[in-house]
């Protein structure tokens, strides 16, 4: 066992531009075994390592290791060493700690790294140790990205070796491979150089598919902060191309630039952006509302979802003397109660077919007079219609089929799903299966829009909820919500007088009037996230202006019954298309007790 030279392992600090390849110390292993699985019964004959820092050779490390066991002939043949050489040296239990400590705070590069690193792992495990977690380059993957097609035969590294013209031939002896593999890591740097990759966070994430213009804007980004917020991809023009929010601005839109982003449409846009704003908030909720609110306001072209909050549907109660369902566009201060809302419009009219199942309210289109004088269509003979067009239905028992529908909406959704449950059953009974699940999705998707409802309308309901949260950071997170909308955000300083940061916080807040509806001052994914923020565990009420209730009997009680068949629906339907579609599961699921409904409860 040998090493060369001695280095003391300096602890850097964190550079939020990543840290320089030339300033990474770097240990290139390379081992020889007996087989080519740990797990079956392998062992490990010889480990060889250099460890680098900025092209200079740090140290060298090299032992045999004996097997306990008999070298196979081939694997004699192949590295030259024979069951008379590992006879005198360490067991694997006395060379790994001692390699362990040559390349601790480094960062492990092996050739096909998998192979040499489960090895050291799966010993490690064996000998009752620890893995310490070493970050890890794999050559053999960095030089399938880096090389173009047609310029080596393969990615082995001999090959590799002749083309970057190592000074050490491979040899299948652990310290010459490693050596090797040393030289092809540092040829395959200087072609990383010219396109922008000079830290080890962007060669982690290279690819070559990024292309080299896209790479060298990556300068856009060098402004932005270590900090949570939106950042605004903008053109020649001014015009916002994209608009997204991160945790640490400049690590996300570097990232555009020198790592794996390979979407097209993501790769034209760097293309025509020639500036990039950050706007800093004070915490990623805040962050993610005003992505929202700027998403919707500019309408990006490159940003798919949440660009018109406004094209959404809404269920209605109609406010007239016979009453009806209509899906509209827009709800009005009409004293009509609302459903919703509805990303699609097929939704919405899921929704009202469940409804109609149910009650038996008219479903023709049009208002009709008190003194109604029209002949009775088909679903009075059907008797799904109470048929006020023909004066068949009175005053009274036509508003007690109404109120029916407005409880099912607001408050308890039961008889909704007795009445489509049976038709369910009836139809199963018939072996009409088909039809039978089209009434489950109306029936779950007309549950998950009342439970979003409810949900909306506990929190929009309250003048003022102020809460607090320590964030990923460390620090209390407080947010100021009004009417459902974010008013105000703020991460809470050190030496400070709590209560009266709060009162400041609260004295600035946006003013928010109420208005009608469930989402009466902000779009309904905004109130949705202010929710899942106020769902957090370790979340504290600091002050809240009268009782945050839902309803005991809510819809939220019976979506669990449809588990099974939203699973089916979301392997066949992307995550992002369901929330387009206004589809349930994704955001009205039952969460754990004390989480997933407001503080108090009410009948």
Same mark, same amino acid.
């Given at each position: 066992m040998e090493q060369t030279t001695a280095v003391r392992a300096v602890q850097g600090s964190f550079d939020e531009l990543g840290r320089a390849l030339r300033d990474v110390t770097f240990c290139v292993v390379d081992l020889e075994t007996t087989g080519g699985s740990a797990a079956?019964?392998?062992?490990?004959?010889?480990?060889?390592?250099?460890?680098?820092?900025?092209?200079?050779?740090?140290?060298?490390?090299?032992?045999?290791?004996?097997?306990?066991?008999?070298?196979?002939?081939?694997?004699?043949?192949?590295?030259?060493?024979? *069951?008379?050489?590992?006879?005198?040296?360490?067991?694997?239990?006395?060379?790994?700690?001692?390699?362990?400590?040559?390349?601790?705070?480094?960062?492990?590069?092996?050739?096909?790294?998998?192979? *040499?690193?489960?090895?050291?792992?799966?010993?490690?495990?064996?000998?009752?140790?620890?893995?310490?977690?070493?970050?890890?380059?794999?050559?053999?993957?960095?030089?399938?990205?880096?090389?173009?097609?047609?310029?080596?035969?393969?990615?082995?590294?001999?090959?590799?070796?002749?083309?970057?013209?190592?000074?050490?031939?491979?040899?299948?002896?652990?310290?010459?491979?490693?050596?090797?593999?040393?030289?092809?890591?540092?040829?395959?740097?200087?072609?990383?150089?010219?396109?922008?990759?000079?830290? /080890?966070?962007?060669?982690?994430?290279?690819?070559?598919?990024?292309?080299?213009?896209?790479?060298?804007?990556?300068?856009?980004?060098?402004?932005?902060?270590?900090?949570?917020?939106?950042?605004?991809?903008? *053109?020649?023009?001014?015009?916002?191309?994209?608009?997204?929010?991160?945790?640490?601005?400049?690590?996300?839109?570097?990232?555009?630039?020198?790592?794996?982003?390979?979407?097209?449409?993501?790769?034209?846009?760097?293309?025509?952006?020639?500036?990039?704003?950050?706007?800093?908030?004070?915490?990623? /909720?805040?962050?993610?509302?005003?992505?929202?609110?700027?998403?919707?306001?500019?309408?990006?072209?490159?940003?798919?979802?949440?660009?018109?909050?406004?094209?959404?549907?809404?269920?209605?109660?109609?406010?007239e003397p016979w009453p009806r369902l209509s899906i509209v566009r827009q709800v009005i201060d009409d004293g009509a109660d609302y459903l919703g809302p509805f990303g699609r419009r097929k939704a919405a009219e899921s929704a009202v077919a469940a409804l109609h199942e149910a009650f038996s309210i008219r479903q023709c289109a049009g208002r009709l007079p008190r003194a109604a004088s029209r002949a009775a269509c088909v679903l009075a003979e059907m008797r799904a219609c109470l048929s006020p067009c023909d004066g068949t239905a009175t005053a009274d028992a036509y508003a007690i089929e109404v109120d029916r529908v407005r409880t099912s909406l607001l408050t308890d959704p039961s008889a909704v799903v007795e009445a489509v449950e049976a038709k369910m059953a009836d139809l199963a009974s018939q072996e009409r299966y088909e039809d039978a699940g089209t009434h489950r999705d109306r029936l779950a998707t007309f549950l998950g829009a009342a439970?979003?409802?409810?949900?909306?309308?506990? /929190?929009?309901?309250?003048?003022?909820?102020?809460?607090?949260?320590?964030?990923?950071?460390?620090?209390?997170?407080?947010?100021?919500?009004?009417?459902?909308?974010?008013?105000?955000?703020?991460?809470?300083?050190?030496?400070? *007088?709590?209560?009266?940061?709060?009162?400041?916080?609260?004295?600035?807040?946006e003013t928010v009037e109420d208005g009608p509806g469930p989402v009466p001052a902000a779009s309904a994914a905004e109130t949705e996230l202010v929710l899942r923020w106020l769902e957090l565990d370790g979340l504290r009420l600091v002050e809240i202006d009268g009782p945050w209730v839902c309803p005991v009997g809510g819809a939220s009680r019976f979506l669990p019954r449809f588990d099974a068949a939203a699973d089916a629906r979301s392997s066949l339907v992307p995550f992002d298309e369901q929330q387009r579609s206004g589809g349930w599961r994704t955001e009205h699921r039952p969460r754990r007790a004390g989480a997933g409904a407001p503080p108090s409860r009410t009948a």
């Open positions: 079956k019964g392998s062992m490990i004959t010889e480990i060889g390592a250099v460890k680098v820092r900025g092209g200079e050779v740090l140290g060298e490390f090299q032992t045999l290791v004996n097997p306990q066991g008999q070298i196979p002939a081939f694997i004699a043949v192949l590295t030259g060493i024979t *069951d008379a050489m590992v006879a005198g040296a360490p067991r694997i239990d006395a060379a790994l700690p001692a390699f362990l400590e040559f390349a601790r705070g480094t960062v492990l590069v092996a050739h096909n790294a998998p192979f *040499d690193i489960g090895f050291l792992k799966h010993f490690c495990a064996a000998t009752g140790r620890p893995w310490p977690g070493f970050e890890t380059l794999d050559t053999a993957v960095l030089a399938r990205r880096v090389l173009h097609a047609g310029e080596v035969r393969n990615c082995k590294l001999g090959t590799l070796a002749a083309h970057f013209s190592a000074s050490t031939t491979p040899t299948h002896r652990a310290l010459d491979d490693a050596r090797a593999t040393v030289d092809v890591l540092h040829g395959l740097f200087e072609r990383l150089g010219p396109v922008g990759v000079h830290t /080890l966070e962007e060669l982690g994430t290279f690819s070559s598919r990024v292309s080299p213009e896209q790479r060298r804007k990556r300068h856009l980004g060098d402004h932005l902060p270590d900090a949570p917020g939106v950042y605004v991809f903008r *053109d020649a023009r001014d015009r916002p191309l994209y608009i997204g929010t991160s945790k640490s601005l400049r690590t996300r839109v570097r990232g555009y630039f020198t790592s794996s982003e390979t979407r097209t449409r993501m790769g034209e846009m760097v293309a025509l952006a020639v500036r990039v704003e950050g706007i800093v908030c004070a915490t990623p /909720l805040e962050a993610q509302v005003r992505e929202l609110r700027l998403i919707g306001l500019h309408k990006p072209p490159y940003n798919r979802r949440s660009r018109f909050p406004e094209k959404v549907s809404w269920v209605k109660v109609t406010r439970a979003r409802t409810q949900r909306l309308s506990a /929190l929009t309901s309250r003048a003022e909820v102020v809460a607090a949260r320590i964030g990923d950071r460390g620090t209390w997170e407080v947010h100021v919500v009004r009417h459902g909308r974010l008013a105000a955000s703020g991460s809470i300083p050190g030496g400070v *007088d709590v209560r009266a940061w709060v009162e400041e916080l609260r004295a600035g807040a």
